[in-house]
Nanobody
Framework: QVQLVESGGGLVQPGGSPKFSCVAS????????MGWYRQVPGKEHELVAT????????TYGEFVEGRFTISRDDDKATVYLQMKNLKPEDTAMYYC????????WGQGTQVTVPS
């Protein structure tokens, strides 16, 4: 059974630098492309960052503007999202997702950045 368990959310002050973790189980993590997506109520999921398997180049949503870094540790079956300089508009539910060869979602972790 595929499981993706995110952690690292919470209340973060503007300018903060939290780091998210997503621990995967139930599949061969090293061959999967992974991603982080976010969603605010009433809107669709938005791409935050993706990283391919076997050291492929990461991609980022336009709004990231160099503030976030995605990485992975295949030995730990974990994908990370290091965030910097958080803004109130980054408030959202953040989800871990497998993007290839099949799609699975984590349960999400909420980040709130007060204005």
């Amino acid at each position: 059974q595929v499981q993706l368990v995110e952690s690292g959310g919470g209340l973060v002050q503007p300018g903060g630098s939290p780091k998210f973790s997503c621990v995967a189980s139930g599949f061969t993590f090293s061959i999967y492309h992974m991603g982080w997506y976010r969603q605010v109520p009433g809107k669709e999921h938005e791409l935050v960052a993706t990283i391919q398997s076997y050291g492929g180049a990461p991609t980022y949503g336009e709004f990231v503007e160099g503030r976030f870094t995605i990485s992975r540790d295949d030995d730990k079956a974990t994908v990370y999202l290091q965030m910097k300089n958080l803004k109130p508009e980054d408030t959202a539910m953040y989800y871990c997702k497998t993007t290839w060869p099949s799609i699975h979602w984590g349960q999400g972790t909420q980040v709130t950045v007060p204005s």
